[in-house]
């Protein structure tokens, strides 16, 4: 298997596929200040399967809090549906998939294309933090933050390329990133897969609230992560949602086959 990843430097992962699975694409986001690395093993899983995946690394990521703060939420979009329609091209049909704000991109790309399904993880729509409501105007005032920790996390220790500082501009771009997916939401019709942490003190549990409202696809499926914090794709249930995946990719592009006329 070839890959452009780097375990060490956060880098773009990519996998043509193999086999039967070779025609169906993968294209899923990272999160926010994140990069590649968080999802990274479940990109091998899932291209170990034969699927074809692409994981871009998104502009501001994977460098500096100060280059972050520079790029907006079109940016962060624009890199990822790109990699997604450049996927569709060569596929029979392509998947979305993401994790945390990378969960937002995903809703959002599958709100404006033909998307044959999502799966995202934690995916956030919504902040703890009620400061994020003057975040507009907190922006000039206080330039950087601390990024939010899990007390009690049971992801082992990883680097994967997050920033010791958040810029509260790009806080401000992740808020209006949110507010584009929420608006796509009913315009979603293909078939969704959410896993939600019972133990994640990152994303919201109003989050889920608002797909559950607002999803226009009936199709939702929503599996609860018992045991693992925010970026479960790194903790305890990270297999579960590797296998889940892979069940779910395959049971509907099983289901899209056309079948022969004799």
Known sequence: MTESSDRIRPAAFSYAGHGANARIGIAISHGFTGSPLSILPWAEFLAGRGFAVTVPLLPGHGTSWQELARTGWREW???????????????????VAGLSMGGAIALLTASRHDVAGVAVVNPGLSFYDRRVRV???????????????????????????????TPLAAVHQLKRLFAAA??????????????????????????????????????????????????????TDAEEIFESSARFFQLHSQSHIPSEKS
């Open 77 to 95: 979009h624009g890199a990822f549906e790109q990699s997604y329609l450049e996927l569709a091209a060569r596929t029979d049909e392509c998947y």
């Open 135 to 165: 975040i507009g105007l907190l922006k000039y005032v206080q330039r950087t933050t601390v990024p939010l920790a899990e007390e009690n996390s049971t992801a082992p220790p990883t680097d994967d390329g997050d920033y010791s500082l």
């Open 182 to 235: 929420v608006r796509g939401l009913p315009r979603i019709t293909a078939p969704v897969l959410v896993f939600k942490s019972a133990n994640d003190a990152v994303v919201p549990p109003s989050s889920l609230s608002l797909i559950r409202r607002r999803l226009g696809s009936a199709a939702l499926d929503v599996v609860l992560l018992r045991n693992s914090g925010h970026v479960a794709t790194l903790d």
